[in-house]
């Protein structure tokens, strides 16, 4: 887990700024959540060579970034709360956490039975890996993506309108509707 080790600083330091690049700047913050999209996948990926992460897990995470890339319409940060990539992409947040979780658990229990059992020692240091491992890959790997989008949601919260003669707008900013 060297390569997650590495980005965890990364992790940190960058929600702050996450969240005022989506207030301040919608549509730079667009074009960076997209690529933080692609970039995420090629880690994934790369954690599959280098770490030797299971292979179905990584193609399901991979799948919910795609679905997660489908909520950058054109009228991104508004997001209608009622469309079915957005749904699909709560639901799949939820799926995915879960799915890594009982990986990580299953892996970090069998090290610890494997301790217990022999008395040659702990086991190797690269074979498990450690909280903050653990804690950087769902930063990045799960939770980064399914964040942005969240914080998307309140982009517009504090915009003047800049249509008001207009008539009823097809899609609202997610925070209105909640």
């Not at 982009?155 to 509707?177: I, K, M, V, Y």
Request: glycine share 4%.
């Amino acid at each position: 887990m060297t390569l997650l080790h590495l980005l965890s600083p990364l992790v940190a330091s960058g929600l702050l700024w996450i969240s005022e690049l989506i207030e301040e700047h919608s549509r730079q913050a667009k074009v960076i959540g997209q690529k933080a999209i692609y970039v995420i996948i090629l880690v994934h990926f790369l954690l599959y060579f280098y770490d030797s992460l299971p292979l179905n897990h990584i193609l399901f995470s991979v799948l919910c970034h795609i679905i997660y890339l489908q909520n950058f319409t054109p009228t991104w940060p508004f997001i209608s709360l009622s469309s079915l990539s957005f749904m699909a992409s709560c639901v799949l947040v939820v799926a995915d956490h879960f799915l890594w979780f009982f990986y990580f658990a299953r892996i970090t229990q069998e090290a610890r039975h494997r301790a217990h059992r022999s008395y040659r020692g702990p086991p190797l240091p690269h074979a498990v890996p450690n909280f903050g491992d653990i804690a950087t890959f769902f930063g990045v790997c799960v939770w980064l993506a399914p964040l942005f989008l969240f914080l998307s949601l309140s982009a517009n919260d504090n915009a003047l309108p800049t249509n008001a003669g207009e008539e009823h707008q097809q899609s609202f900013p997610c925070s209105f509707l909640i």
